[in-house]
């Protein structure tokens, strides 16, 4: 039947070869040509015939960034201490794999363990893990807040070569005595200089001048309520010792009357190290006004202060040898007395200081009175006399290198229904900025930050 079939369609075939272009049938013995044969293209004569019988040129590429590029961008995203603060930079380990190493080193500069909990995930999954021990060397900050239980440094002991910030929140190390091995470790962080203690609770001043010492480069002190069991004698720490050699320290006073409060002693025993020659950079903050603590060592480091700032001062601080700040370049202060008298001691203050290095003036907690009304505010300095007084003075051949003077202001609402329109309109301070150039013509350095209050 098939035979049949194809002998009666080839003479079909045949008719239809000078229509369709088909060739003919051969026997099977002659080898069959190839059915597709090459035909010219037309020759292209208009525009218009290219348009048609062009073939589309492909898309240009975006263009690419080189790796190091992309590395150095991602060095600059910001990691914070929250869920939101690092969501940035886990998308950025997600978009390729490229990106993995960059994002995870920017994530592992800057390691917080808040608790007991995230203590434990770390140890586990980052610290005994033998693919994530490698990134331990690049941590260069570490915050270790609450984690009451155990203090986790023990466990990382000779795996941060590059650590350089160490801060401890809220350690109670009289309930949990700490580890023998934390001393060792200590002494293992070759590169840390900065050590920030806030909240902290040791089992003594000898144990807090243990951690002082064993660190072979600290170099910024930061400690703010900080108590310890009270010391009968406290200068039996005082002799010589080869460190600290401070450059930086910053101390914050809940209250000078605390028996246990660390930071008289503290500051007694700083006076009698090589601190006492090295320590450039001075920040005293307290609730209240300045205890005799602070004013004597300030006494003790004024001659090479260059950055000095303090809270709460008293009329104490007018009797330190400020003319001996000879090298000083930032000034800082909050004075505890109100209206006029801000401004006469500051100008007594200004008096003394030679200022041949002053570059930054800066003057915090300064009242102003506010009288709101329904469409504009009335403001004014409070002791503007007082405000015109220091015209001459910064404006002598002593403060020629003076290149900020700014005012850090409270204002007093006098309506406090209008408190929310005063509080989000900035012509309050664009007044008061108005204000003190007129008092003070000769200075073009002036600046105003704004603290709104409601009395």
Not at 115 to 122: I, W
Not at 333 to 354: K, P, T
Not at 437 to 447: N, S, Y
């Amino acid at each position: 039947m098939i035979r049949k079939a194809s002998k009666g369609i080839f003479p079909k075939l045949s008719a239809l070869q000078d229509i369709c272009c088909l060739p003919a049938p051969r026997p099977k013995s002659q080898p069959s040509p190839a059915l597709i044969q090459y035909v010219p293209a037309p020759e292209i004569t208009t525009s218009e015939d290219l348009e048609v019988t062009s073939s589309p040129q492909p898309r240009p590429r975006a263009p690419v960034l080189p790796p190091e590029s992309i590395d150095h961008i991602i060095s600059f995203v910001e990691v914070k201490f929250s869920l939101q603060g690092t969501e940035t930079i886990l998308n950025c380990a997600l978009v390729s794999q490229s990106w993995v190493p960059a994002s995870r080193l920017r994530l592992f500069q800057r390691i917080q363990l808040r608790g007991p909990r995230q203590y434990n995930l770390f140890n586990t999954n980052i610290v005994r893990s033998a693919l994530m021990q490698p990134w331990l060397t690049h941590i260069r900050s570490i915050t270790v807040d609450n984690c009451a239980r155990r203090f986790p440094l023990p466990d990382l002991a000779n795996r941060l070569p590059n650590l350089r910030f160490l801060y401890i929140i809220g350690a109670d190390w009289i309930r949990t005595p700490l580890h023998p091995r934390v001393w060792g470790t200590f002494s293992s962080l070759s590169v840390l200089h900065t050590l920030a203690l806030n909240a902290c609770r040791l089992p003594s001043f000898a144990a807090l001048c243990r951690l002082l010492t064993v660190l072979p480069h600290l170099r910024d002190l930061h400690i703010s309520a900080v108590t310890c069991p009270a010391l009968r004698h406290p200068l039996m720490f005082a002799h010589q010792r080869s460190r600290p050699a401070l450059s930086g320290l910053s101390m914050f006073m809940m209250s000078s009357g605390d028996p246990d409060n660390v930071a008289d002693t503290l500051l007694d025993w700083l006076a009698r190290t090589p601190t006492r020659r090295s320590l450039k950079a001075l920040k005293l903050e307290s609730e209240k006004p300045w205890p005799d603590s602070y004013v004597r060592f300030v006494r003790e480091v004024a001659p090479r202060l260059t950055v000095l700032q303090g809270s709460k001062i008293t009329a104490d601080f007018l009797r330190l040898p400020i003319s001996e700040m000879v090298d000083l370049g930032h000034l800082s202060l909050q004075f505890d007395d109100e209206g006029e008298a801000i401004w006469r001691d500051l100008a007594s203050v200004l008096a003394q200081l030679q200022g041949r290095e002053l570059r930054a003036l800066v003057l915090q907690q300064v009242p102003v009175r506010i009288n709101s009304g329904i469409d504009n505010y009335d403001v004014h300095v409070v002791g503007p006399d007082g405000v015109a007084q220091l015209g001459p003075i910064l404006a002598s051949e002593r403060f020629q290198k003076l290149l900020l003077v700014r005012f850090d202001f409270v204002g007093k609402v006098t309506d406090k229904n209008l408190m929310m329109k005063w509080y989000r309109s900035r012509k309050v301070a664009v007044q008061v900025l108005h204000e003190l150039r007129l008092l003070l013509p000769k200075l073009h350095v002036i600046q105003v930050a704004w603290d709104p209050t409601c009395s």
